[in-house]
């Protein structure tokens, strides 16, 4: 009896809990590279502290159009990058997550497997 309620909570609450958990992990890194926001800030300027004032001659207006637009382009660089190494820690999370779970439904199986395999004459030291 006590053996069924192991395997009753491996595949019930604990397998729920597991992926619960496993998906939150997921939104964690989600949250943590922000890529929605990052791609409606894209051509927001980078770390422009200050700006040349709106009244002046053409060369104090010309340099400020020049320094942001530098800014934006040194922004959206940056922003792309860690969006896309964003998308990828997630989708290699969600790969994790995937992997864990099916680690997770074969790991009470393995005992069982390792006997089937050790009466083939299977081995993994030769």
Known sequence: MFLVGI??????NGLLQYIRQ???GVLRTAD???????LKTLFNPFRQISAAPVGGDLSV???AFFDKMFSRVIGA??????????????????LWMIVGIIMW??????????????QLGVSVWK
Do not use: C, E, N
């Open 77 to 94: 660089v940056v922003r792309s990058m860690v969006i896309i190494i964003g998308i990828l820690m997630i989708l290699l999370r969600f």
């Open 22 to 24: 496993s998906f939150l």
């Open 32 to 38: 943590f590279f922000s890529v929605g926001l990052l």
């Open 105 to 118: 439904l074969a790991l009470p199986l393995m005992p069982f497997i390792g006997i089937i395999l050790w």
């Open 61 to 63: 207006q010309l340099s």
């Open 7 to 12: 395997f009753q909570w491996w595949y019930g």
